[in-house]
């Protein structure tokens, strides 16, 4: 009876959340729905029917999912004026031609702004700026898929944009200490990297370690979404749970408890180090769970630490849900990693296991095959390179990302001792951007399917779900 409970909770709240997202319910509806579903809660415990009670709490429970979604669905606050006064509340992002600031000029009002490179700015800078104030628009990929940048936006509370403003550095250090420490750490081992290693392998590893890949050229970026290997500088539980894992494995000597302790640091220490954004916390939790289910083989324990940990995260902001493209693929790459990947691993048996290269193959085949009805619905891309891009590729991410961390750190102490470990990660990345290169120019390597339907997704997941779950599934709707 506790396992029903908790799944019509869990997945109750999760449907009530997403429904909401996409159609306007009213407070005297998700009023209506929560009171029939007490009234059918209390009509069960009469009756004494297991069923009937769970249904109810169900449906309870999706209500309370809609009004959550409710709460966080604020009304576009109507800002006048074009002298404006916040404070950056992210680090800048740098783009190829220009960087962006998130500032916040009011309470739940954020302003997304485009400008140059005249002026370094900085987490926590008061800023006046002069410009016109814009609503978002959503726009077509050059997939020739519409992208729901509105929503995209609003999810962190972004309602406006701005592009090229004037702008007056009023003052420094007005924001979270511990967030400024963290950007600042994050910052020097940006520098003493570049220092160390050459750009554009620097702009690979930047990514590898810090998710810091907004400085990427057109050229580069296009040629990792061709061959699918954009993943690696993206902050996902997919490759620091890899990264973390083999770091486990690195450990296999030590009591089975130290092993995984020493792969929970290493994503501790990723969470750190790009700045510990909601992103990489978000990543960092999937990480974790996914490496303690195949470190334990313990699948259905932490498959419902798993599901309760995606649940907390959408009561925190119920837009990422539907809105957030990298929560969504990193909880549904954390389920290939932990259900569908020991599934598979007996067809690798062929796959020589030094330094984890099956385990590696494994992951990857069963990530890529999971995520994909996703990614070609979401984006419109097919790229038929993928797989054995990333499996060359994977092999060699954590030695990678193990370098350039000791080449930052080590820089930080004395450049010239960061030197050797510069020139072991820059062949490492020679080599990973000659497998991206290499792939990326083959006629064949990529498609765009834009219209990719959204029924076929969701059969292929249903089947997904039968084939992994029908069996357990079964059993529990068959208990009395």
């Known amino acids: 009876m506790q396992d029903r409970i908790f799944y019509a909770v869990c997945f109750g709240f999760v ?6 997202s996409f159609v306007a319910i009213n407070f005297f509806a998700i009023l209506f729905l929560s009171i029939l579903a007490i009234a059918l809660i209390f009509l069960f415990l009469i009756f004494k ?19 959550r979604f409710h709460l966080a669905d604020k009304k576009i606050p109507e800002i006048s004026g074009e002298n404006l006064t916040g404070i950056v509340v992210d680090e800048p992002n740098i783009r190829e031609n220009n960087q962006k600031l998130t500032v916040k000029i009011a309470k739940h009002v954020k302003v997304l702004i485009t400008t140059n490179f005249n002026e370094e700015y900085k987490y926590g800078d008061r800023i006046n700026f002069e410009g016109k104030l814009q609503k978002p628009e959503n726009f077509i990929t050059d997939q020739g898929k519409e992208f729901d940048y509105v929503s995209y936006l609003r999810k962190d509370g972004v309602f406006y944009v701005m592009g090229y403003p004037k702008i007056e550095i009023v003052s420094h250090g007005n924001g979270s200490k511990i967030k400024s420490a963290l950007f600042s750490v994050k910052e020097k081992l940006l520098e003493k990297m570049n220092l160390a290693i050459a750009p554009p392998e620097s702009l690979l590893m930047g990514g590898l370690i810090l998710g810091e890949r907004s400085a990427f050229n057109q050229d580069l970026r296009q040629a990792m979404v ?25 450990f296999y000597f030590l ?11 290493a994503i501790l220490l990723f969470v750190l180090m ?16 996914a490496l303690i289910a195949r470190a334990t083989g313990r699948n259905y324990d932490v498959g419902r630490a798993l599901i309760l940990a995606g649940v907390f995260m959408i009561i925190l902001n119920p837009f990422v849900l539907a809105f957030d493209v990298s929560f969504e693929l990193s909880f549904i790459a954390t389920i290939a990693v932990i259900f569908f990947a020991p599934k598979i691993e007996k067809y690798f048996l062929w796959v020589p296991d030094f330094f984890k290269l099956r385990d590696i193959v494994s992951v990857t085949v069963a990530v890529y095959i999971f ?10 891309n097919l790229s038929l390179v993928a797989l054995p891009a990333n499996i060359l590729i ?30 072991i990660s820059y062949l490492f990345l020679k080599y990973e951007l000659a497998v991206i290169n290499f792939f990326s120019q083959l006629p064949f390597a990529a498609f765009t399917i834009p219209n990719f339907p959204l029924v076929l997704t969701l059969l292929i997941y249903t089947w997904f779900v039968y084939k992994l779950f029908g069996r357990d599934i079964k059993n529990f709707l068959a208990r009395p």
């Open 15 to 20: 449907i009530g959340v997403l429904l909401r």
């Open 371 to 380: 995520v994909l009805p996703f990614i070609l619905y979401k984006m419109g």
């Open 226 to 250: 061709n061959t699918g290997t954009i993943h690696i500088v993206a902050l996902s539980g997919y490759n620091v749970t890899i990264v973390a894992e083999w770091l486990m494995k690195l």
């Open 394 to 423: 994977l092999a060699f991410i954590p030695f990678t990302m193990g370098f350039g961390f000791f080449t930052s750190f080590l820089g930080l102490i004395w450049y010239p001792l960061s030197v050797p470990l510069g020139f």
């Open 49 to 67: 029917n297991k069923w009937g009670i769970v249904i109810g709490i169900f449906l309870l429970f999706i209500s309370l999912g809609i009004f």
């Open 255 to 265: 009591p089975r408890n130290l092993g995984i302790g020493a792969g929970i640091f």
């Open 274 to 289: 790009t700045g510990g954004s909601s992103t990489a916390i978000r990543a960092g939790i999937m990480a974790m769970l």
